[in-house]
């Protein structure tokens, strides 16, 4: 009887640790699930000279874009627009601080005019592309303005920082710099997908 028992215990765990092996090879082989609207970002992202903020900055809207070439420029402008009008803010309010030299105030005056009409050209671009679709007579057209509109900011903060870099501190400098590498990435992704957009149907597979 008990070695009976011991036979039976001795086998069920044999089958248990035989199991037990499988187990790994068997999840190994089962396919993992993902998400198109992630992968469709993540794939177009690879067109972009900054891949890794643009996965960063454009992932948490996967769900809104979906796999629309459209939505995917609309979401990069958005994007760059906040960054923009935060990089717009960060300027106003450092131009406001103490102890600024002149040359330094000068400056930054005219870095909150510039990153205002940077602003105000993504805003534009925002605007012209929500009435955009593909194949359209006048498609082509809308998105030159868009191009036109997304450049242009580019050029207004590039011209902002030139301004800081010749008459500033080193640390303003390097403030301001920080808030307008960001945008100036941005922005190139932008122009990436709108070019896209302009090339392609409205909607792709990941």
Do not use: W
Request: aromatic share 8%.
């Amino acid at each position: 009887m008990e070695g009976s028992f011991l036979s039976h215990a001795l086998t069920t765990l044999f089958i248990l640790l035989q199991f037990t092996a499988y187990m790994p090879s068997c999840l190994a082989n089962k396919p993992i699930p993902t998400n198109a609207n992630t992968d469709f970002i993540k794939k177009s992202c690879t067109i972009t000279l900054y891949p890794q903020l643009c996965y960063d900055s454009l992932s948490i809207f996967a769900d809104k874009i979906k796999t629309s070439r459209k939505n995917l420029a609309t979401f990069a402008i958005s994007v760059t627009l906040s960054a923009a009008q935060s990089a717009s803010d960060f300027v106003t309010k450092l131009s406001k601080s103490p102890g600024l030299s002149p040359v330094e105030a000068s400056a930054l005056a005219d870095c909150v005019e510039l990153s205002g009409d940077s602003v105000d050209e993504l805003s534009r671009s925002l605007k012209e592309i929500a009435n955009t679709n593909f194949g359209d007579p006048n498609f082509g057209r809308q998105v030159n303005d868009i191009q036109t509109f997304v450049s242009a900011a580019s050029t207004d903060f590039g011209t902002c920082f030139d301004g800081i870099s010749k008459k500033a501190s080193g640390q303003v400098k390097t403030k301001v710099g920080t808030q307008v590498l960001n945008v100036e990435h941005l922005i190139s992704n932008a122009l990436a997908f709108i070019s896209s957009y302009a090339t392609g149907p409205q909607t792709t597979s990941p």
